[in-house]
């Protein structure tokens, strides 16, 4: 390929809104262009890099007896009536009317296109065990688009669905799945990408893991421990609280407390911390607005995904009115009233804590002495708080939890019945009996990991693409075109490394040699070959890897032999 014939243009300037450094390279470099909110297009080197991404998902899932599939990006909505996601899942599905008035949705997934394409197949136990995938288009109506290429509404999945009959042989081949996605991410250049146990979210099931590029710009919080191999994501992440019960319990004393209505104002005006506060996080239920009242230590936040998981519904920030009996700001769990039909929780953070301070449920007025063994004997406690730096390790138990930022750069999940029971799917097993087979789900974003590679490796003139996905292999660079010798062993050695199988970029160009080694670094070649008026005069041309690790020069006559051997 020629430079000078390659679609899109390079900009000396970072676009001004792009945040993360992916983005601003992608687009400066002549990768994408924005189309629309969270939907780009893209240029040769993106899809160069993206099909050799392909490639390597085809070849690790194949490995594993995977077959391709193709599913429709349109389904009918009574394919997600079946398994209940017409109506459970948010926004984010996009559903739609055609001409004829029938419901349909645009795939942002296809557990349900799966289980609709097999089901009639697998009708007996020797069919089983089984997995189909797909590299396919799906679309995402996502609410806040962002960073590029890492969270869009359109983009390239590929996703794999596996059938079992037994829980144990879906253990087995998730374990498989989960090694093949090391081999994966090690042949895309980033093998630094960590697996963490994560919350199955929509998806349903009971196991799942997400595998993550550590990064400072991910989007993602990882709960790390530094002591021991505990990994998990925020969300799925457990929280646990050692602060002891105090040895001399306090009365319950109501204080006048005028205008103080935060916990950290509370604690101060008491002389404490706030770990010794008991604070009220008030929500509504998205199907009916009932209220949830969530009572948690003071100095802890509420994981909103725990809390759905419990209440099996999504929530939103409560509308507090005078008619809910709720008394912002003073909100307590001793006295609580509450007009009409409200839920009221409690985290474990509080267990058997004393001497806290609360809300009396009352306007400028304040409990401290709380105890909740003495003053709410009935309370139940769950774990609803988000895991915190320094906090204790679920694993190990000692205080050396960390948090870290993360891109999520795939994902597998053990869905269980989820689907299969829903539809109806069943097969008839060696005794005859009738039963329903089990699914393991495996996904990972074709243009998300492209993205997660720049992110991971690039320098301040552009991505550093490793040679597995790189657009081209060889950067050949003609410094002064318009020279007769120059022009001639530049066009032989690009004909030459082509004959040899090489992939080359060609850039013979009559600007200088600064535009031209700008382009370069855009592009992130691995290896760049310079041949120059400079050069040949010493019967030399220049090779330099674009990661700065190789910068030499080999003899003309060598040339080509050399490119290979360092390639």
């Not at 009918?76 to 029938?102: I, K």
């Amino acid at each position: 390929m020629k430079l000078e014939k390659l679609i899109g243009e390079r900009f000396r300037e970072r676009p001004a809104d792009c945040v993360i450094d992916s983005h601003a390279l992608m687009v400066k470099g002549g990768y994408m262009k924005y189309m629309a909110n969270g939907i780009y297009s893209s240029y040769l080197p993106l899809k160069r890099i993206t099909c050799k991404i392909e490639q390597i998902l085809r070849e690790e899932m194949d490995k594993l007896d995977g077959q391709e599939v193709s599913f429709p990006v349109v389904m009918p909505a009574s394919l997600w009536e079946e398994s209940g996601r017409y109506e459970s899942v948010g926004e984010e599905l996009l559903r739609f009317t055609d001409r004829n008035n029938a419901k349909m949705v645009l795939g942002m997934t296809h557990e349900e296109a799966a289980v609709h394409l097999v089901r009639e197949y697998a009708k007996s136990y020797n069919k089983y065990p089984f997995m189909i995938y797909q590299i396919q288009t799906k679309f995402r109506d996502e609410a806040r688009p962002r960073a590029g290429l890492i969270r869009v509404r359109e983009f390239t999945m590929k996703d794999a669905y596996s059938f079992h009959t037994s829980q144990e042989d879906l253990n087995q081949y998730y374990e498989k799945c989960h090694k093949a996605y090391e081999r994966i991410f090690e042949r895309a250049g980033i093998p630094e990408v960590v697996s963490v146990a994560s919350d199955s979210g929509m998806m349903g099931g009971s196991l799942s893991h997400e595998f993550m590029l550590l990064t400072p710009v991910g989007e993602d919080s990882i709960v790390l421990c530094n002591e021991c191999d505990f990994r998990a994501n925020m969300e799925a992440a457990e929280n646990i609280s050692d602060i002891a019960r105090d040895a001399v319990p306090a009365e319950l004393e109501k204080v006048h407390t005028p205008d103080i209505h935060t916990i950290e104002d509370i604690c101060k005006f008491f002389g404490d911390e706030t770990c010794n506060s008991c604070k009220a996080v008030v929500y509504q239920k998205n199907s009916d607005d009932t209220y949830v009242v969530v009572f948690i230590r003071g100095d802890l936040e509420i994981n909103e995904t725990k809390l759905v998981n419990y209440l099996k519904d999504e929530i939103h920030p409560a509308i507090i009115t005078e008619e809910c009996g709720l008394n912002a700001g003073y909100i307590g769990p001793v006295g609580l009233k509450i007009n009409g039909d409200a839920i009221v929780l409690y985290d474990r953070s509080l267990e058997n804590r004393n001497n806290l301070s609360c809300g009396a449920n009352e306007d400028e007025y304040h409990y401290k002495g709380l105890d909740m063994q003495r003053d709410v004997p009935d309370a139940e406690y769950h774990d609803f708080a988000k895991a915190y730096e320094g906090g204790i390790c679920p694993k190990c138990g000692k205080k050396t939890i960390r948090i870290s930022r993360g891109i999520e750069v795939g994902n597998i999940f053990q869905l269980g019945d989820k689907y299969t029971k829903a539809m109806k799917m069943t097969y008839v097993d060696q005794n005859g009996e009738s039963k329903t087979p089990i699914m393991g789900c495996y996904g990972i974003g074709v243009g998300r990991l492209a993205a997660a590679v720049c992110e991971a490796h690039h320098d301040e003139y552009g991505p550093i693409w490793p040679k597995s996905i790189a657009p081209w292999q060889v950067h050949l660079c003609a410094v002064r075109a318009d020279n007769e010798e120059v022009r001639k062993f530049a066009d032989d050695l690009y004909e030459k490394l082509q004959e040899m199988g090489i992939e080359v970029i060609y850039d013979d160009r009559t600007v200088s040699a600064g535009v031209m080694f700008s382009d370069a670094d855009l592009l992130g070649i691995p290896l760049r070959v310079i041949v120059s008026p400079r050069n040949m005069k010493q019967g030399v041309v220049e090779v330099a890897s674009r990661d700065k690790t190789l910068q030499t020069q080999v003899k003309m006559e060598e040339a080509a032999e050399q490119v290979k051997k360092y390639l």
